[in-house]
């Protein structure tokens, strides 16, 4: 979601001002590049989709962490989906193809998908510390229903906070006829500063800000935490909280420092640089690249979420079902059954309670 000057427009949206901001022949290798983190995180972000939604199929019901991983996956997706209009325009230097009323869509919709993604992002940092240092205390809080009531309301801020999107967002003529895609702010001398500030602070500053605090207080409640816990098992509980957090801020706010520092070292330069332009254009792609690094972020650092995901794709898993009897050192192993027979206790078998800690 950037707004970048040019003559008396910003061109609007993530997806779109690119290039109208970039190098008029930037070659092949930005649309490459931006074509891999496209192609990996639809790919990855359906992964994440389909492990969710069959685990629910089997259980019937989803947990708290289900709901907001499941939808952050989905605004990640549309946040993406959007990534190939970036590439037709670094391809066809700034020109849209596609009509006003697909400019006013695309570029809400790429604004409403960042929003939403981060506003997520946070819900699920304060879930974890419900969750941590309030167990019991807010545990009637942390339903699936709250849940789904918070991403509602997610939604509802973001698309409030888009609005200067659905009223400016429109198409800009361009030489030899063509035209762009492009955010037509009424003031451009006055607006482009205040507008800056108010995407910077809403979704991110604020956002960020929250989750490191939330952040720093499980860690200070992990490392003070009395519970009847043996010390090891302190200490290694300690360990993979203190690895999520770092992973979580660290992934956030190194894919989305870059972009939004250039938006407002953008305030003071007139007259863009090429050395610039190309710098920004990867700053965009680092931001596209959080939604696509986030699902392998759930996959590598929560062993939960890696047994679900390995049982919804596992081939087997259509014919076979666990013999615990069968087990080597504790681990499950696989048994023949009729495909349909007794399915649902074994599916039941290799999937944690919904009381169990997530």
């Not at 869509?105 to 998908?113: E, F, G, K, R, W």
Request: hydrophobic share 50%; with cysteine; charged share 10%.
């Amino acid at each position: 979601m950037d707004f970048l000057n040019n003559s008396n427009y910003f061109f609007g949206g993530s997806n779109l001002s690119t290039v109208a901001f970039g190098p008029p022949h930037c070659g092949a290798s930005l649309p490459v590049i931006f074509g891999i983190i496209c192609f990996m995180g639809i790919i990855g972000n359906c992964i994440v989709m389909y492990t969710i939604l069959k685990k629910t199929k089997c259980r019937a019901k989803q947990s708290v962490p289900d709901i907001f991983i499941l939808n952050l996956s989905i605004v990640d997706l549309l946040f993406l989906l959007g990534m190939p209009f970036l590439i037709h325009q670094l391809l066809g230097n700034s020109t849209w193809h596609f009509g006003a009323a697909m400019c006013t869509v695309i570029t809400a919709l790429d604004s409403n998908s960042q929003i939403v993604s981060t506003y997520i992002l946070t819900a699920m940092t304060l879930d974890r510390y419900l969750a941590t240092v309030h167990p019991i205390r807010f545990n009637h809080v942390r339903t699936p229903c709250v849940a789904v009531l918070v991403i509602g309301l997610v939604w509802v801020l973001s698309l409030i906070t888009i609005i200067p999107v659905w009223l400016y967002a429109g198409l800009m003529p361009l030489p030899d006829g063509l035209v762009a895609c492009a955010l037509l702010l009424p003031d451009l001398a006055s607006d482009i500063f205040w507008f800056t500030l108010y995407q910077f602070f809403l979704a991110f500053a604020i956002p960020l800000a929250i989750i490191c605090v939330v952040f720093f207080k499980i860690l200070q409640h992990m490392s003070t935490s009395v519970a009847p816990l043996p010390p090891r098992s302190l200490r290694v509980r300690t360990r993979k909280v203190t690895r999520m957090a770092v992973a979580i801020c660290l992934a956030f706010f190194i894919c989305w420092a870059p972009y939004y520092i250039l938006q407002l070292v953008h305030l003071g330069v007139q007259n863009p640089s090429l050395a610039f332009s190309y710098a920004y254009n990867i700053a965009i792609s680092m931001g596209y690249a959080n939604s696509c690094i986030n699902p392998f972020l759930y996959i590598i650092l929560s062993e939960t979420f890696k047994r679900q995901f390995l049982k919804a794709v596992h081939p087997l898993n259509r014919k076979f079902r666990v013999n615990p009897s069968t087990t080597d050192g504790g681990s499950v192993s696989m048994r023949i059954i009729p495909e349909g027979a007794q399915q649902e206790p074994g599916t039941r078998e290799m999937l944690p309670s919904n009381k169990a800690p997530q």
